[in-house]
């Protein structure tokens, strides 16, 4: 992200968020779930920004592989990072919200199932970077990979497999109301994920700087 | 020459292994005590909990098959000989070719004891319909061995390959244990369901061609430094 | 790199600052019982959803700030490795 950028983005990304109770207590209420369906208005944008997260750093993982571009590697560790994170609200924010909507904490169904094995599977890219020695970078890029290529069968699994989960049809039919309220928070988290990729990318090519010195340096 | 190639390094693999049995031994061994503790685990009312046994087959499967695999690398760089075929001069995918197909033949050969113990021992009626039930294993074990073949190698020169291979590789192959569960459940229902079993089949079928592609494509660049 | 911290800190002010005026959100709802519109159920059917919900967003403010913080946390420790090392390199006369 251009230099210029940052502050402004900074800027209103913050007025958003602050901006963001008001919007979702503003909108309607659901008629069966009621107040705590209003969890919503977090819990998918998370998802929607994990999703992003898993499909630029398999991209980038994809483009590290074949070119061995060391700046791709360094925006798919980011990336990956960021998807955990958000992958984890994701996942708090969801059983908080089944346990009222539908009275358990956790299901097996398709779509929970496949975000909590998504979830998984971009630790092990953590893990790996951490511990796996030489070669972890190539390594948690197949990873990576392999991560993104799950995300259509995430998508897709709910209107395949019935369950109780709420399909994905449900964000087009959004009322007026709520419609507004949805894709303000989705901005917000969309705006919110380019400033965090930023952060962390940042720290990526600061170590990259670190070890290029390390390796420069006179025995 | 690609077909060639593959048959070759499986041809090797076979050779090496039949001087031993090492693999294939330890494996089926293995395999059969796995069975054993789930089915002193899972045992009701001093009989063994028959819906288990679909989860059960897979679960031994998995565990045998990442056994299997990591033996087989083990062996690969003990002798460095994963190098040396690199550097012959034959298409990387078609040594990943060869190496699955050595990894199918151990996890079949797994499977042959696997399913008759645990239809004795969980009293499943796995056979009632044994071609739908030979579909579903070959398609999930293939599967599972295609991500498993590509990891294990990866892992070869990590230090800590023993317990990545585990963390790396199960939560990609789940959607795979997973149809495989559900398939082998709706082939021992009272009355088979066999068009569900064959969606099921279908699905793994899909995850498989997807889980190919990728492997073959990934092979070199994660081989090569 | 101080810019960072400013922009940064900012940022954690301002959430701090937004979490009071979130916290205030869930009780309204019940507290306007004559306000509430025909189609909407009793309040009483609300109140067990409050505690979740704000659980929901006080979590993913939290975790927010937790990560924002372990990035600069990491970012500054990197970085004076970084000028150790220059100072480093720069003493012993390349």
Redesign the interface.
Request: charged residues 10%.
């Given at each position: 992200m251009k230099g210029q950028y940052?502050?402004p983005l900074?800027a209103l990304t913050?007025a958003m968020?602050?901006a963001?109770?008001?919007v979702?207590?503003n909108a309607p209420?659901e008629?069966t779930m009621?107040?705590?369906q209003?969890?919503f208005y977090?819990?998918v944008p998370?998802w929607f920004v994990m999703f992003s997260a898993i499909f630029i750093s398999g991209i980038y993982s994809v483009i590290y592989?074949?070119k061995g571009d060391r700046k791709a590697d360094q925006i798919a560790a980011a990336a990956a990072e960021i998807a955990v994170?958000f992958g984890?609200?994701g996942l708090?924010?969801g059983p908080?919200?089944g346990?009222?909507a539908w009275g358990v904490w956790w299901q097996w169904d398709a779509k929970l199932?496949?975000a909590l094995?998504?979830e998984?599977?971009f630790l092990?890219y953590q893990?790996?970077r951490r511990?796996?020695?030489?070669?972890?970078d190539?390594?948690s890029a197949?990873?990576a990979?392999?991560?993104m290529?799950?995300v259509p069968?995430v998508y897709w699994s709910v209107n395949i497999w019935r369950t109780v989960h709420p399909k994905t049809s449900v964000v087009p039919t959004l009322g007026p109301g709520m419609f507004g309220a949805f894709w303000f928070s989705v901005l917000s988290f969309m705006l919110?994920f380019s400033l965090?990729l930023t952060?962390?990318l940042?720290?990526e090519r600061?170590?990259a700087?670190?070890d290029e010195?390390?390796l420069?340096?006179?025995p | 020459m690609f077909l060639r190639v593959a048959l070759l390094v499986l041809k090797k693999d076979v050779a090496i292994e039949a001087k031993s049995f090492e693999i294939i031994t330890t494996t089926l061994f293995f395999a059969a005590s796995c069975i054993l503790v789930f089915s002193f685990a899972f045992v009701k009312e001093g009989a063994p909990v028959q819906d288990a046994a679909s989860g059960i087959l897979w679960i031994a499967i998995a565990f045998s098959g990442t056994l299997a695999l990591g033996r087989t690398f083990e062996r690969e760089r003990y002798g460095e000989t994963l190098r040396a075929l690199l550097l012959a001069p034959a298409p990387r995918p078609a040594i990943y070719v060869g190496k699955l197909l050595g990894m199918v033949f151990v996890m079949v050969t797994t499977e042959v004891l696997l399913v008759p113990m645990v239809a004795l021992l969980f009293q499943a009626p796995l056979f009632s319909r044994p071609l739908l039930l030979v579909a579903l294993l070959l398609a999930g074990t293939i599967g599972f061995a295609s991500v498993g073949t590509l990891f294990a190698a990866m892992l070869v020169r990590a230090r800590t390959r023993d317990i990545m291979l585990p963390i790396l590789l199960y939560p990609v192959t789940v959607p795979v244990m997973i149809a495989g569960v559900q398939g082998t459940s709706a082939l021992l229902m009272s009355t088979p369901d066999e068009a569900l079993a064959t969606m099921w089949i279908g699905i793994v079928t899909s995850f498989d061609v997807v889980f190919i592609t990728f492997c073959l494509w990934l092979f070199e660049p994660l081989m090569t430094e | 790199m101080t810019m960072l911290k400013q922009t940064i800190t900012i940022f954690v002010s301002i959430f701090l600052l937004a979490m009071p005026l979130l916290a205030m959100q869930p009780p309204t709802g019940a507290a306007q019982e004559g306000f509430v519109p025909i189609d909407q159920l009793p309040p009483s059917e609300q109140l067990p959803a409050a505690p979740l919900l704000i659980t929901a967003y006080a979590f993913v403010w939290v975790l927010l700030m937790v990560y924002l913080w372990s990035i600069a946390k990491r970012l500054g420790k990197v970085e004076t490795e970084i000028q150790s090392l220059q100072r480093r390199s720069a003493g012993s006369g390349r």
């Open positions: 940052f502050l900074f913050t968020f602050a963001a109770p008001f979702i207590a209420y008629s009621l107040l705590v209003k969890i977090f819990h998370s592989l074949v994170i984890v609200m708090v924010t908080l919200w346990r009222k199932t496949m094995l998504l998984m599977i092990g893990l790996v511990y796996g020695g030489p070669g972890s190539k390594m197949a990873l990979v392999f991560g290529v799950n069968f919110l965090l952060l962390r940042r720290l600061q170590r700087v670190l010195l390390y420069a340096e006179e | - | -």
